[in-house]
């Protein structure tokens, strides 16, 4: 087998088919032991299934994806179950992962995470159960998020849901907002109706109450960003005011991840508002220090297409649309996503009709195009 996995250069997984198989096969000839949990051992077994089908996609293809399905295969053997610590240690990799890794990567490892803490739940130790439901919230959110830059938005949707059902089990009222402030965010880019966007942001607003909390910060930030896009600005920067009010009365950190929830929200706000209005003193500042606060590449080209939208919007038509060409063009592959392609389409949209035919416009135009074997029929 070893030599076979070497000829066909398959990177180690026929060997691992061949030993998940015979473990495979002894688990089914087998029954549990007296002191051993049932459910445990047909998970166990459901997983080295999983794990198989996996490994044998992987060997037919692209051998680069058998390793989240090795992964997987650890998973199937693993005795111990992980601590708090190390949870929340893995939320953290992960957020460091969609900051800096292609989205299609991220997705891929969150999975077997996801798997594993589904797994390690359904028997937990009564003081783990909570905080095991945040670190499925949390996951599941970095996970939605992964899915929505690739443009796999009904995946996204339905992690989006896990996320908040996991958020409510946990009975944190404030990551609950926050996981909703996180969905709404993301449905304004094609995700979902913009006015659906707006309902779940008043749904969670109820829920909220008027209480000062970072979740409901959060989730007004979320409702500002919302009516920008949607060119109601005066609504907009009234939203805006009064997320900017809500942290200041120094709401306490997220309990989980809490670089993903408090970390440079208002600014990027103000920057993609003032863009929208066209403030160019305020945009800028807002841009400086949005740009200081976050290292994802992902943002750090929305921030430069907001730029290019201030440009746009106080009449610099050719100027801002090829600022914005430029930044679609130069893009790192760890930044390119629906979100950005949507954000420059922002750019696009706020060129007055009666200039769509200069040069400028027409370059970004064809950029953003899709290809025809793109297209949806």
């Not at 969150?110 to 589904?118: C, E, F, G």
């Not at 949607?230 to 950190?253: H, M, W, Y």
Request: include cysteine; charged fraction near 25%.
């Amino acid at each position: 087998m070893r030599r076979l996995d070497d000829f066909f250069g398959a990177d180690g997984i026929l060997i691992a088919l061949r030993q998940a198989m015979s473990e495979l096969e002894r688990l089914r000839s087998a029954s549990p032991k007296p002191d051993q949990d049932k459910g445990e051992f047909m998970e166990r077994r459901a997983l080295l299934q999983l794990a198989i089908a996996g490994l044998g996609m992987g060997a037919l293809g692209d051998v680069t994806a058998g390793e989240p399905v090795r992964r997987l295969l650890d998973l199937a053997m693993e005795a111990e179950p992980r601590s708090v610590e190390d949870w929340h240690l893995a939320c953290l990799d992960h957020l460091h992962a969609l900051r800096t890794r292609p989205p299609a990567q991220v997705a891929a490892d969150l999975l077997i995470d996801l798997m594993a803490v589904r797994h390690q739940i359904e028997r937990p130790r009564p003081d783990d159960a909570t905080e095991l439901h945040r670190v499925t919230a949390a996951l599941a959110t970095v996970h939605a998020n992964a899915l929505t830059r690739l443009g796999e938005h009904g995946a996204a949707l339905r992690w989006w849901r896990t996320a908040r059902q996991a958020a409510d089990a946990s009975g944190d009222l404030e990551l609950g907002l926050s996981v909703r402030a996180t969905e709404t965010g993301h449905g304004r880019y094609g995700q979902r109706d913009p006015e659906t966007v707006l309902r779940l942001i008043e749904s969670a607003q109820l829920m909220a109450g008027t209480q000062p909390s970072l979740g409901l910060a959060l989730v007004v930030c979320s409702q500002a960003k919302a009516l920008a896009m949607l060119g109601r600005q005066k609504e907009a920067r009234s939203a805006l005011n009064v997320t900017r009010d809500l942290l200041a009365a120094d709401p306490p950190a997220a309990s989980i991840m809490p670089g993903y929830w408090q970390g440079g929200q208002l600014a990027y706000a103000e920057c993609m508002i003032y863009a929208g209005i066209g403030d160019e003193s305020l945009h800028l500042q807002a841009r400086d220090v949005a740009m200081a606060s976050t290292y994802d590449r992902q943002y750090f080209a929305m921030i430069q297409l907001h730029s290019a939208l201030c440009t746009v919007v106080n009449g610099g038509v050719d100027e801002g649309a090829r600022y914005a060409t430029a930044v679609m063009g130069d893009i790192h592959p760890e930044a390119r996503s629906v979100m950005t392609t949507e954000t420059a389409r922002w750019v696009l949209r706020a060129v007055p009709r009666e200039k769509h035919d200069r040069p400028a416009v027409a370059e970004l135009r064809e950029l953003l195009t899709p290809a025809p074997a793109a297209r949806e029929v």
